[in-house]
């Protein structure tokens, strides 16, 4: 008896013809198994199999069984058929389970009878779910099997796997993303670290005392980040409504209320470009601390990503996707926007520098102006040229101008500037943090000034939000807070693009 477990030859991708070809022979063997049904069979989808062990965790069990060992054991398995060799009196195939993990079945003529095994070579495709009982065993090659001695399908594919030996195109990948998971180890590794990032996450806030809350994704004013929002409207209430850019608003209310520590993990939706660090929806962390301010919420954020490092990696040193190492770990550097420009541009740039001088300064450095330009969104592009491509250490990027952090404390002791921190990893922006602006008066003016903007043409302006406002009105305690992408902190830890840290991207 032999056995083997080696992949065949890879093959050319499947034509539309072939397909279709496929398809029409599939759909045929499933009116077979309807036909045939029982309620022993199930026919082609059976309601339930009754499985008593997972693939994974025979795998485990047996991790060092010798070839050829028999356990006397009969377990009962289901998985995705990923290979299959039939020969004249034995059928092998590997079977997966959801997590990547195989087992293979030995399907014999003197352990099935001649029907039975005559049966699974003319029904059984790849691409199909079998549930099979039988005794674990080790194969003369040592490879971990059930000699099955009974079978079902357990649901009938129509439609053919892609070619498992051969790379999914991009395209294929995030557009059929079922696929990617079934035949790509990373695109499953993916999604487990994504879990286990999420669970870290809130394990940290449940150590720090933090309370999750969820807020409205449905909003009848768009605010909390300057960003365009999708519109939508209710019928029920006959409003245009708006999908949330962020949940800031509400959870500050939820802090005026006396919840001290909250956090939030949920969506939004911004209007916007798509590229390898944007996506219109996106996952988002948001957390505010009572009686904090920013450099408390970036030491809490520097922990948050350093558990999440060591809970997927084992460590703070990360492996990227191309093979990089990526270190995550010790005490981040804090640098000062207007100080580091000014050290890259080669000329002081401070608070109090003109849109004139900061005009003369991009000309020469080849920047274009920003739309509806003002003082702080010259002073961030002009940063972006001569400073983000340098960074390579995660790195706190502290002390933004006023104009463009409406809703930030300005700074203590530095005039024109706000407290408010960006932190770069891999050279993007990874999270943002605040030490909140908790006065209703100023809070209110820096409303107006945004509405100017907008009504001069500025779509990611903010309104004025009277509800918000009314809260403040009641006392807000000084509070640091943060914002991060739960999307980019799969990046920053694994390397990959934003398309392929979301399960489901949305593509065109």
Not at 218 to 230: E, I, K, N, T, Y
Not at 394 to 411: G, I
Request: proline share 4%; hydrophobic share 40%; with cysteine.
């Amino acid at each position: 008896m032999t056995d083997t477990s080696s992949p065949a030859p890879a093959e050319p991708e499947l034509s539309e013809a072939d397909i279709f070809e496929q398809k029409a022979v599939r759909l045929a063997k499933r009116e077979r198994l309807i036909a045939a049904r029982t309620d022993a069979s199930g026919g082609a989808y059976p309601v339930a199999v009754p499985v008593t062990d997972s693939i994974p965790d025979l795998r485990a069990r047996y991790v060092d069984l010798e070839a050829g060992a028999e356990t006397g054991v009969v377990a009962g398995v289901a998985g995705r058929v990923v290979f299959s060799r039939n020969t004249g009196k034995l059928c092998f195939a590997s079977l997966q389970s959801g997590d990547g993990s195989r087992i293979q079945a030995m399907v014999s003529l003197a352990a099935v009878g001649e029907e039975s095994l005559q049966a699974w070579k003319e029904l059984v495709d790849l691409g199909d779910h079998v549930f099979v009982t039988g005794e674990v065993i080790s194969s003369r090659r040592g490879e971990l099997s059930i000699m099955v001695a009974d079978w079902t399908i357990a649901a009938k594919a129509v439609l053919p796997l892609p070619n498992l030996h051969a790379d999914l195109s991009e395209e294929t990948r995030v557009r059929s993303r079922f696929l990617d998971l079934i035949v790509r180890d990373q695109a499953r590794e993916t999604v487990l670290a994504r879990a286990k990032v999420n669970a870290s996450l809130r394990a940290t806030f449940t150590g720090h005392g933090f309370v999750e809350v969820e807020t409205p994704m449905l909003q009848v004013q768009h605010g909390g980040a300057s960003a365009r929002p999708f519109v939508t409207h209710s019928n029920a209430f006959d409003t245009d409504l708006f999908l949330r850019i962020a949940p800031e608003l509400y959870l500050k209310r939820a802090v005026v209320g006396g919840i001290d520590r909250v956090y939030e993990i949920n969506r939004n939706f911004r209007n916007e470009g798509a590229d390898s660090t944007h996506s219109p929806e996106f996952a988002m962390l948001e957390a505010y601390q009572a009686y904090s301010d920013y450099n408390g919420i970036a030491d809490l954020t520097q922990q948050l990503i350093q558990d999440a490092a060591i809970a997927v990696a084992g460590s703070t040193t990360v492996t990227w996707a191309d093979g990089t190492e990526y270190d995550l770990g010790g005490e981040w550097d804090r640098i000062s926007m207007y100080d580091s420009l000014s050290e890259a541009a080669g000329r002081r740039v401070t608070p109090e520098a003109s849109l004139d001088e900061l005009r003369a300064l991009g000309a020469e450095a080849g920047v274009d102006a920003p739309p509806h330009e003002t003082h702080g969104k010259w002073v961030e592009e002009l940063w972006e040229h001569f400073v983000k491509g340098a960074l390579t250490r995660p790195t706190f990027v502290m002390d933004f101008p006023v104009d463009t952090s409406p809703l930030v404390r300005e700074h203590r002791s530095i005039a024109g500037v706000v407290e408010k921190w960006d932190l770069y990893v891999r050279g993007f922006e990874l999270a943002t943090g605040y030490s909140e602006l908790v006065d209703p008066v100023i809070q209110r003016e820096r409303f107006v000034e945004q509405a100017a903007l907008a009504a001069r043409g500025d779509v990611e302006a903010m309104r004025i939000d009277e509800e918000f406002l009314r809260a403040l009105e009641h006392g807000m305690p000084p509070t640091g807070g943060m914002g991060m992408g739960i999307d980019r902190l799969l990046m920053a830890i694994t390397g990959l693009g934003i398309r392929e840290t979301i399960l489901f991207p949305l593509v065109k």
